[in-house]
């Protein structure tokens, strides 16, 4: 089945005109309209839309301008903007709302003729661990129907792991594309703050959110990290030099390579299994030359409690702009005031709600010193912990969730679902590439290994993730039950 392949493996497909573009779009629409009812992974399907990309695509083939992703499926999370195609943010304030324009990244993705399958489920404005917060449908894990896939980019891991799609863009602000990749047997990358443009992205933490991509393999991952990223005059905070170049993946070498292990993310907050599962997978990179040293990187015990801070806050000022006027549907009521109250009483869900107001509390006059400023140092502090560490070691290991994937509903106590994103935090906190790649299993569920590296070493983390790749094998990738 043309589905169950990589992005790679199609693009050599494509390429030697094996198969045409239409073929393998229509090949994962089919398996779209006959399991997507099972998973929740998409929002909009524009089956036209998509066959009408790929045959554009297909021109690019034949004309002997394609490249990598020419003709490649990609699922798109629903915060990023699609010109013309709806872009809710699986939110009721955005439901029916279409962007005039198409975020960086999707123009990217259409300049190279890669083809948007769809638009996926998330949480909320991508608030969430487990996307439970769609305010449309949960997502499934297809590991386990009855398990999250983890959040907030639920619905692209899905589409992935499912094989609805060949990659998927996710965003990731805290953990939402590495969380879920770890909970869904993913590699899912959140690059460089300020390698891929935020344009278009609908901004939830701006300082913190970067877009990402999510695929089957490391090298699927490295393909679509370079289409998306680059250097974009729409985004204040884009770097020059900002693409990431494939070139040399695969020529790394594990022998001496100096990686250091955290040991505030080694201690029981993490399951039992999951730590055996790393502990494992050391030891086979161990054999293989890896140098592992613990390092102590104390500020990371205070990642989750600075992140709720600094996330809220920026998330207060950037949706304050949905106010019924200018973007969704608008509930009318006696005065002006009283229907921006209405709408946004209303269309926004319980969790968005609660972080406008933490956020909105954290940056009032009186407390903003106490708060927000206080948080911002430590930020500052973590960054600085973690730099001095990269002057000794490659790259940083740990697992990228406490746990595996767990029942839907299983997890009701609010603070214990924030702090299982204790692990992937602190590479928001400092703009650092940071990937989850899968290891092994556990209770026959996928286990996430996280691997974070400086800023601007987008290119070795991803050679050394394709090296450690080649160590663990992939063997256990594929859901059972597809
Ligand atoms: N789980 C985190 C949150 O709820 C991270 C979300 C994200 O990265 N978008 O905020």
Request: charged fraction near 20%; charge should be negative.
């Amino acid at each position: 089945m043309l589905t169950t392949h990589t992005a790679a493996e199609l693009a050599a497909k494509l390429h030697s005109k094996e198969v045409s573009a239409r073929e393998v779009t229509q090949a994962f629409l089919d398996r779209i309209e006959a399991h997507d009812g099972e998973y929740g992974a998409f929002l909009t399907v524009d089956a036209d839309r998509a066959l009408a990309q790929a045959d554009a695509a297909q021109e690019l083939l034949d004309a002997g301008t394609a490249t990598s992703m020419t003709g490649i499926p990609v699922a798109v999370k629903d915060n990023i903007s699609t010109n013309g195609m709806r872009t809710t943010c699986a939110s009721k304030i955005l439901e029916n709302y279409v962007p005039p324009f198409d975020a960086t990244v999707v123009e990217q993705m259409n300049a190279v003729g890669a083809v948007t399958i769809g638009k996926t489920n998330l949480d909320e404005f991508a608030m969430g661990t487990t996307n439970e917060n769609s305010a449309f449908k949960p997502v499934r894990n297809p590991w386990d129907t009855d398990r999250v896939p983890g959040g907030s980019s639920g619905g692209s891991a899905v589409a992935v792991s499912a094989e609805l799609a060949a990659v998927s863009l996710g965003s990731d602000t805290g953990g939402s594309i590495r969380f879920p990749a770890s909970l869904c047997g993913l590699v899912g990358f959140k690059p460089t703050y300020g390698r891929v443009s935020r344009y278009g992205l609908i901004a939830f933490g701006s300082s913190l959110d970067q877009i990402g991509p999510f695929g089957r393999s490391v090298e699927d991952v490295a393909m679509t990290s370079e289409m998306i990223s680059g250097y974009d005059a729409m985004d204040s905070t884009s770097l020059v030099d900002a693409k990431i170049s494939t070139k040399g993946l695969k020529d790394g070498s594990l022998k001496g390579l100096k990686v250091g292990l955290p040991t505030q993310l080694f201690t029981d907050t993490i399951d039992s299994g999951v730590r055996e599962v790393l502990e494992l997978a050391i030891d086979n990179l161990k054999r293989e030359g890896v140098e592992f040293k613990e390092v102590d990187l104390p500020s990371i015990n205070y990642g989750v409690t600075t992140y709720y801070l600094i996330a809220p806050a920026e998330a207060s000022s950037n949706l304050a702009r949905f106010d019924g006027v200018r973007f969704g549907p608008r509930l009318e009521s006696d005065g002006h005031i009283e229907s921006f109250m209405k709408t946004r009483g209303e269309l926004f869900g319980p969790e968005v709600k609660l972080r406008i107001m933490v956020g909105t509390y954290a940056l009032s006059a009186g407390y903003y010193d106490a708060y927000y400023h206080r948080a911002q140092q430590v930020r500052g502090l973590m960054a600085s912990e973690f730099e001095k560490a990269y002057q000794e070691f490659d790259v940083l290991v740990s697992p990228a969730s406490p746990s595996v994937a767990f029942p839907l509903g299983g997890i009701k106590d609010q603070m214990a679902l924030k702090l299982l994103d204790f692990c992937t935090i602190p590479a928001n906190m400092g703009g650092f590439p940071s990937i989850s790649i899968p290891c092994g299993l556990s209770e026959d569920l996928p286990v996430g290994m996280l691997l974070t590296g400086p800023v601007m070493s987008d290119e070795r983390l991803l050679q050394i993730s394709y090296a450690f790749e080649q160590a663990f094998g992939r063997d256990y990738r594929r859901p059972p039950i597809l």
